[in-house]
């Protein structure tokens, strides 16, 4: 059974930093692309960050790029998001997706979620 | 792409056959998904590729569509699904729609 495990989200202050981590079960992690999505009441759900198979290749929205930083460590079968520079904006409820088989953001497999504050 | 779907709100009865709408700002190609989100869950891939049902979801689920506007029915509306259902293009990337709000009447 394919389980996505999400765990690092919490309150945490303007201008400082969170990482979050998705321990992934079930699947051969390194055959996979990875995804980050995020979701607030208002903006509904935001696609964040991806980062390919074996991490070379990443990508991130544009409002998250120079401060969010995704990478992955395939023999922990675990991915990271490391958010610096947080701004209230970034106040949401935190996703772990796992990308289709031929790599397309696809999410047929989500965690449950970590929820991340940025308030002071 | 912006994905704008309608009807926010949707209230109807058990057994209805319900109608959710999602349209796409440019030619997405039939890259279309929907989700299910129940309260407090995960979303729930429902349908990909515009109208290919995932595996162990119901059959009275059912999407069609193409090019820009695409569709979600459900044959006969069940207690179990109240929910709020997204669409999502990944034509281009991605990006997902606001959602519809489906509850019983």
């Known amino acids: 059974e394919v389980q996505l495990v999400e765990s690092g989200g919490g309150l945490v202050q303007p201008g400082r930093s969170l990482k979050l981590s998705c321990a992934a079960s079930?699947?051969?992690?390194?055959?996979?692309?990875m995804a980050w999505v995020r979701q607030t009441p208002t903006k509904g759900l935001e696609w964040v960050a991806s980062i390919s198979t074996g991490g070379g290749n990443t990508y991130y929205r544009d409002s998250v790029k120079g401060r969010f930083t995704i990478s992955r460590d395939n023999a922990k079968n675990t991915q990271y998001l490391q958010m610096d520079s947080l701004r209230s904006e970034d106040t949401a409820t935190y996703y772990c997706a796992r990308h289709s088989t031929t790599g397309i953001p696809l999410f047929a497999y989500w965690g449950q979620g970590t929820l991340v504050t940025v308030s002071s | 792409i912006q994905m704008t779907q309608s009807p926010s709100l949707l209230s109807a009865s058990v057994g209805d056959r319900v109608t959710l709408s999602c349209k796409a700002g440019q030619n997405i190609n039939n890259y279309l998904a929907w989700y299910q989100q129940k309260l407090g869950e995960a979303p729930k891939l429902l349908i990909y590729n515009a109208n290919s049902l995932q595996t162990g979801i119901p059959s009275r689920f059912s999407g069609s569509g193409s090019g820009t506007d695409f569709t979600l029915t459900i044959s006969s509306l069940q207690p179990e699904d109240v929910a709020t259902y997204f669409c999502q293009q990944y034509n281009s990337w991605t990006t997902f729609g606001s959602g519809t709000k489906l509850e019983i009447k």
């Open positions: 079930g699947f051969t992690f390194s055959n996979y692309g």
